[in-house]
């Protein structure tokens, strides 16, 4: 049974910083294409961002590119995300999941999500 569990968020002031965490069981993240999306009340989920399989190759939304940085440490079988200066339109449930392939975009291509983690950025 895979699972995936996110942690890490919480209240910030703007201009703060975070780590996300998701931690994985079942299936590696070594080898596997993921993703990390967030949902704002009343807004859809939107792709936040992605590492290729081979950790190589990194992509972001335009609205973090330049603040966050997504990685994965294979030893302990979880992806991060290193959330810096944040703003108050960061503030979501931040989830993550394995990509299943096509558009890395998409939250329709990934499964396996975790149950979120919330992020509040506070003016």
């Known amino acids: 049974q895979v699972q995936l569990v996110e942690s890490g968020g919480g209240l910030v002031q703007v201009g703060g910083s975070l780590r996300l965490s998701c931690a994985t069981s079942?299936?590696?993240?070594?080898?596997?294409?993921m993703g990390w999306f967030r949902q704002a009340p009343g807004k859809e989920r939107e792709f936040v961002a992605h590492i290729t399989w081979g950790d190589r190759f990194t992509y972001y939304a335009d609205s973090v590119k330049g603040r966050f940085t997504i990685s994965k440490d294979n030893a302990k079988n979880t992806m991060y995300l290193q959330m810096n200066s944040l703003k108050p339109e960061d503030t979501a449930v931040y989830y993550c999941?394995?990509?299943?392939?096509?558009?890395?975009?998409?939250?329709?291509?990934?499964?396996?999500w975790g149950q979120g983690t919330q992020v509040t950025v506070s003016s």
């Open positions: 999941a394995f990509h299943n392939g096509g558009s890395l975009k998409d939250s329709a291509r990934y499964n396996y």
């Open positions: 079942g299936r590696a993240v070594s080898g596997n294409a």
